[in-house]
């Protein structure tokens, strides 16, 4: 049994899965209603339709994507061993890191497609609206991979507490405090330290780099367009300044590898 065997068994089960068909129909009607009301300002703002949308789409992916990541994942291996098939997985001649990568891999892909639909919705609306002339689609390529990227990331931390909890509805209570703790209250956290510093050291050193170090908020600066930032009224180009593109990249990249590992060793020392 190979690893894209077990990816097609996966995709077979998440066909089935009333969370896939969920974040299909959640990302498809989201981005076409952000799209659509997101339109309202540009000719009077004199910014791309798309970078509009494309804003508007991003601080909706940085709480949704991790949600259908951390729901995928959960339950992976737990909810595996709890049903006995784990066990049974492995009298093949299958190890413990492919059973995790073609778990990986068929998980991705249901996030591509999700994220693919509802950018492509996104495409085709704003076409619909304003022609295709004029019309930059860069930004909609980087947000794909980078949304990506992020799914990737809260996939590895799915897996990791799916192999240190061993019964599916304690693991399902912790990645909701953990969804709850990377896109909400860590930047409650942030904020009240910079009041409190107010813009002393730790707001000009520290403060950038603990913001990056977060996936959702690095996957948050590097979609947030620069030369937009005043027009858009965003709060968090100076820190993205500061941190820097290469920064952001290096931490959206290396959470799902360093969680994938982490899960491999967990892994490793479930006995069965």
Not at 116 to 122: D, M
């Amino acid at each position: 049994m190979s690893v894209f065997t077990i990816s097609a068994l996966e995709l077979i089960i998440a066909r089935r899965n009333m969370w896939v068909a969920t974040s299909v129909i959640l990302m498809g009607l989201f981005t076409a209603v952000l799209t659509l009301a997101g339109g309202a300002p540009t000719g009077t703002l004199s910014v791309d339709p798309l970078t509009i949308a494309t804003t508007s789409i991003t601080t909706l992916s940085v709480y949704l994507i991790p949600l259908i990541g951390l729901l995928l994942s959960f339950d992976a291996i737990a909810g595996e061993a709890e049903r006995g098939t784990l066990a049974l997985n492995l009298t093949y001649p299958v190890s413990r890191i492919e059973i995790l990568i073609g778990k990986f891999l068929a998980h991705l892909a249901v996030l591509a497609f999700a994220i693919g639909v509802g950018l492509g919705l996104a495409a085709l609306l704003t076409i619909w609206q304003y022609g295709p002339a004029d019309l930059s689609f860069t930004p909609l390529v980087k947000l794909f991979f980078t949304s990506l990227a992020l799914g990737a990331a809260f996939l590895g931390i799915g897996y990791l507490v799916s192999c240190l909890v061993r019964q599916t509805g304690a693991a399902s209570g912790i990645v909701i405090i953990i969804w709850l703790v990377c896109v909400v209250l860590y930047d409650l956290g942030l904020l009240g330290a910079l009041v409190a510093d107010d813009g002393g050291s730790f707001t000009k050193t520290i403060f950038p780099w603990l913001l990056v170090a977060n996936p959702a908020d690095a996957f948050r600066l590097i979609n947030t367009p620069v030369a937009s930032v005043s027009v858009l009224a965003s709060g968090i180009g100076a820190a993205g300044g500061a941190s820097g593109l290469a920064g952001q990249l290096t931490s959206l990249l290396i959470w799902p590898v360093i969680t994938l590992f982490l899960a491999w060793l967990a892994i490793r020392r479930i006995e069965l």
